[in-house]
Structures are given as C-alpha cells and as structure tokens.
C-alpha cells in the first residue's frame, strides 16, 4: 500500500477552463495569474530585507540633511551683523547664532528621515500595498512581545521597544530574546 499522496494545484480556478475562445479573445493572459499570485505574497525575510533598506534611505538622506541645515545656519547667521553690546533674549549674540546654527543641523537631523522615506516610498509605488500589510501585522508582532516600559529605569532602559532595528529575521529572533531576558530581570531582581 502506497501511503504517499500527490497533492495536485490546479493552474486555472475550478470553474473556469481556458478555452481556445477565451485565450483568443484576451480574457485569459499568459501567467497572470501566477504571477499576481506570487506578488501578492510578501515573504518575511524579504519584508524585514525591505525594511532594513527604507532604514538605510532615511539614513543615507540624514546625513547630507544635517550638513545643508549646519551650511545654511552658518551662511544665514554667519553673515547677520552682530553688537556684542546688545543681548538677544539676554544671551551674547555669538553664543546665540552659534546655538541657532547648531538648531539648523538638529532639524537638518530630524527632517532627513522624513526625505529619506519620501523617497523610498517613491521607489516602492508598486509594492506599497502589500508592505503597508505587513507593517501592520509586523507592528501586532512588536506590540504582542515587547515588554512593558512601567519597569524601566533609567539605569536600565526597555532594548529597542519599537522594533526599528530589525532588520532580518535573525535580529527578530534576537530582539525576542532581548525582550525576554528584560523580562526575566524586571520580574525576578537579583538576589543579594
């Protein structure tokens, strides 16, 4: 007695047969199916791979962000004529400019995400739909076994509690351990 089974998938829906008719009139197209079918499923390596990339636009556009904010703070305020005998908001002029020029590279470092992911999502227009998916569910993940944050301490911080630095499944797996061991250590102190 053979106990193995073949498991048959059939290549068109049940209810429809492709008929010389329908491939004729263009109703049927060659591998569509097949190929919708397979965009339509996001692996989870390539999903956190796609991930780790949009991570690498948001800092690959940071940087020259902060650059262009710190350029254009010291040609704005660089240029300003200043009287060391007249205070701003009581603090000396060139320690003013200087904290204000410091100002424009911290949002240069806040806006370059933003840039970064613009530009990413216009790369990625085609798949948008099925990352957005996963985001979703990989956020249900994070939210299910993270940690809660109550028992932090200063001293002791909760390790990456959103889950931004996962980028493969070996840091997912990684960041599950990290989160366990958080836990062991916030429920169970160390003995003296």
């Given amino acids: 007695m053979n106990c193995s089974r073949t498991l048959r998938i059939p290549l068109w829906p049940t209810h429809i047969s492709p008929s010389r008719n329908a491939l004729s009139r263009g109703l049927v197209r060659h591998n569509s199916t097949v190929s919708e079918q397979a965009k339509q499923n996001l692996s989870w390596p390539e999903y956190l791979a796609i991930r780790k990339s ?3 636009w948001e800092t690959a556009a940071t940087i020259p962000c902060v650059f262009l904010g710190f350029g254009g703070g010291v040609l704005y305020f660089g240029n300003l004529e200043t009287d060391a005998s007249k205070l701003i908001m009581g603090i000396d002029p060139f320690f ?3 904290f204000a020029t410091l100002g424009c590279a911290g949002f240069g470092y806040l806006i370059g995400p933003t840039i970064g992911s613009a530009f990413w999502r216009m790369t990625h227009r085609r798949t948008m739909a099925l990352i ?3 985001d979703r569910e990989f956020h249900k993940h994070i939210v299910k076994n993270r ?3 109550t028992a932090q301490t200063a001293t002791n911080p909760v390790p990456d509690f959103y889950g931004e630095k996962i980028g493969s ?3 997912y797996r990684q960041w599950l351990r ?4 958080y836990k062991r250590k916030s429920e169970w102190p ?3």
């Fill in 54 to 56: 949009k991570r690498r």
């Fill in 96 to 98: 003013f400019y200087g």
């Fill in 132 to 134: 957005e998916a996963r």
């Fill in 147 to 149: 940690v809660d944050p």
């Fill in 169 to 171: 499944l070996h840091e």
């Fill in 178 to 181: 990290d989160q366990a061991k």
């Fill in 190 to 192: 160390e003995e003296l």
